[in-house]
């Protein structure tokens, strides 16, 4: 087991050490999307902000402008029209209304009236349109900037289309601005055309009226807005914002008031809904977060390039280690294979000395046996000597298999014998 753990132990190192990276990857990574989907969900909240900022502002237009009819008693010029109209700017930070008008409510035997109006105003010859059963009108009077789409509007009995008069009604309930539903515009009048929708604002009567019966209000300022004009320009008002939307009223849902998006596999999406003005509004959001595809991922991808780079390095040192210690274990069993040699080339070697002092104490008796003198002795013992001596240069010389033994053994017994040769 111990020795199956080290076979693979660089390998354990390195899934060990690239588990906390890939660990802290998870959790970068899952804190990413956190963010970014926090990120998306506050630029949606500020594009559904946007619309509905910009459409409150016009509303306050629609206050003053009443404001306007009511300090004039009901008999506002055009000029005194135009004059506050280029004050504030329609065109400008106020962009996306078509305009911003008057109609006034009058009992339908009374349609000669406003006819009066529109051709005092604009020196124009309209009738009041479309035929309609209901006992009141609401013809569009006064309408500004007259241009090609808002002057063909002028005449127009908004009272007989069912969605702009229950805006009015509730209005004329409330006493404050309400919003109709989708309408097509009269000033669509081209191919472009778009869902749009108004806002009125009731007049009360300045005092008493000749008209029998009365109508229960003056008119209306109103609004006339095409719905992609006025969102695109409430979304363009600031930084761009990674969204794209879709809005419907929750009244007329398959008549979307703008729909931008394009890409129906974008990365978020949500919902958000506000209530303006009588209405419901439903702003479907989807859109790319910021950073998409592998940009998106590299600060993760980076963390996982570390990990692996980490996880190697260890692994790759582990293996150096451990190769250095098997190379430090050879070393040590060669050098103890050595000093086991050593020692017994030692051994050898004294049991070879103690031999050959042995042999020479034995001639050294020897000769002393047969020598008459110091002179016969040391002629002796040389002569002897000089046998032992031959002897090993034969054994150093040649094989002990190969050595002849004759000569070895009367090159022995010049050792012990006097005679010069032995037959």
């Not at 020795?3 to 060990?16: E, M, Q």
């Not at 999406?269 to 910021?290: C, E, H, I, K, Y």
């Not at 390039?305 to 098997?326: C, D, K, M, N, Y």
Request: with cysteine; glycine share 6%; charged share 20%.
């Amino acid at each position: 087991m111990r020795a199956l753990i080290g076979r693979h132990l660089p390998k354990i190192v390195f899934l060990l050490a690239l588990c906390p990276g890939l660990a802290m990857t998870w959790v970068i990574n899952i804190s990413g999307e956190r963010r970014l989907q926090a990120e998306f969900e506050r630029a949606a909240d500020l594009a559904v902000d946007r619309v509905v900022a910009r459409l409150e502002r016009h509303v306050v237009v629609l206050r003053a402008v009443r404001g306007l009819f009511s300090a004039t008693r009901g008999d506002l010029s055009r000029d005194e029209f135009l004059r506050f109209l280029d004050s504030i700017d329609l065109t400008g930070e106020l962009s996306g209304v078509q305009g911003v008008g008057f109609a006034r409510m009058l009992s339908r035997a009374d349609h000669a009236l406003a006819e009066d109006d529109v051709r005092r105003l604009y020196e124009l010859d309209v009738n009041v349109h479309p035929d309609s059963p209901q006992s009141w009108i609401t013809p569009i009077v006064l309408l500004e900037p007259a241009n090609g789409r808002n002057t063909p509007a002028l005449g127009f009995d908004m009272y007989a289309d069912d969605t702009r008069r229950s805006a009015m009604e509730r209005a004329i309930a409330s006493g404050d601005a309400q919003m109709s539903g989708p309408v097509e515009l009269v000033q669509e009048i081209t191919e472009d055309k778009q869902t749009g929708f108004l806002v009125y604002l009731p007049v009360q009567s300045a005092g008493p009226t000749t008209e029998t019966p009365a109508p229960p209000v003056a008119g209306f300022v109103y609004a006339p807005f095409r719905g992609t004009d006025l969102i695109q320009a409430a979304l363009a008002a600031g930084t761009p914002l990674p969204v794209s939307l879709r809005v419907v009223d929750t009244g007329a849902p398959e008549t979307p008031l703008f729909d931008g998006i394009a890409d129906t596999k974008a990365t978020w999406r949500l919902s958000r809904s506000a209530t303006m003005l009588g209405r419901q509004w439903q702003f479907d959001v989807q859109g790319n977060p910021a950073g998409v595809g592998a940009q998106r991922y590299l600060d993760s991808l980076f963390l996982v390039l570390i990990s692996l780079l980490f996880a190697a390095a260890a692994a790759s040192f582990v293996a150096t280690r451990q190769a250095e210690a098997i190379q430090a274990r050879e070393r040590a069993v060669a050098a103890s294979r050595e000093a086991d040699y050593r020692a017994l080339l030692l051994q050898e070697m004294k049991h070879r000395i103690k031999n050959h002092i042995a042999r020479i104490q034995s001639i050294s008796r020897q000769s002393a046996r047969g020598a008459t003198d110091v002179k016969a002795f040391t002629t002796a013992f040389d002569a002897r000597l000089q046998a032992m001596s031959a002897v090993q240069e034969i054994l150093a010389g040649t094989a002990v298999a190969e050595a002849d033994l004759r000569d070895i053994l009367l090159t022995e017994l010049q050792q012990s014998r006097d005679t010069a040769q032995i037959a």
